[in-house]
C-alpha cells in the first residue's frame, strides 16, 4: 500500500472552529502531522512560539520567502501567513497525512502546486452562528469581528473550489466527517499506483503461467 501521507488543506471561516477541529484529529489518530505555519500577527492571549504559530517580523517573513523556504504564504487582514517546505515534506514521506490550516488564497495555491492534495472547506451551520462564534470569543475588536465577517462573505465565493465541504455543529461529528474523507483519499487508486501495479503484474505473470 502507498506509504507517503496525503496533503491536506483545511480552510474555513474565521469561528468556525476548525482549530478544534483540527486538534481532535491530531488527539485521537496517530498517522497525522500538522503543519505549524509562520505569521507576523501578534499572539493572541495564550497562544505560545512555534506551537500556534512561529511568530516572526516582517523582515524575517520577507527573508523566509526570498529564500524559497514557503510552499506558500498569503497576506490575510495586514498580516502574513506561511507554510514552512521542509516539515511538510518531511512528514509526507514518514507516511503522515500533513494538515494545513490555511486561508483561501493560500488553498487554491497548494491545490495547483500539489494537485493532489485534498481540500477541506469546514462550513458553520449558519451565518448567524459564525457571527454568534466570533463575539463569544472576547479576544477580537467588533472592528476586527466586522473585517472578519465581510471576509467569510468574500470567501464563501470560492467553497466550490475544495473538494469536500465538512460541517462544524458538533466537533466530534466534524472531526470523524474530516478523518473520513481523509481516509477515503488515501484509498483512490492515484494514490497507491505502485501497490496496483504490483498485484496487476503478478496477476498478468500468473495467467501467463497457466
Ligand atoms: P488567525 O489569525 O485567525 O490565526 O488566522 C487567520 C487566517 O490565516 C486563518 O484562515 C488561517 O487558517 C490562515 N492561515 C494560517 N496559517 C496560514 C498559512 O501558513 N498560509 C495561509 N495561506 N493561511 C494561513
Known sequence: MQTRGILTVISGFAGTGKGTVVK??????EDYALSV????????????????YFFVSREEFEKNIAENGFIEYAEY????YGTPKAYVEKKL???KNVILEIEIQGAMNVKKLFPDAVLIFIMPPGADELERRLSGRGTETAEVIK???????LESEGIEDYDYIAVNDNVDDCVEAVNGIIRASRLKPAFNTSFIEKVRNDLKEKARRN
Open 77 to 80: 487582514v495586514g498580516n502574513y
Open 37 to 52: 505555519s509562520m505569521t507576523t500577527r501578534s499572539p493572541r492571549p495564550g497562544e505560545k512560539d512555534g506551537e500556534s
Open 24 to 29: 481532535g484529529i491530531m488527539e485521537k489518530y
Open 147 to 153: 473585517k472578519r465577517m465581510d471576509r467569510a462573505a
Open 93 to 95: 514521506d514518514e507516511g
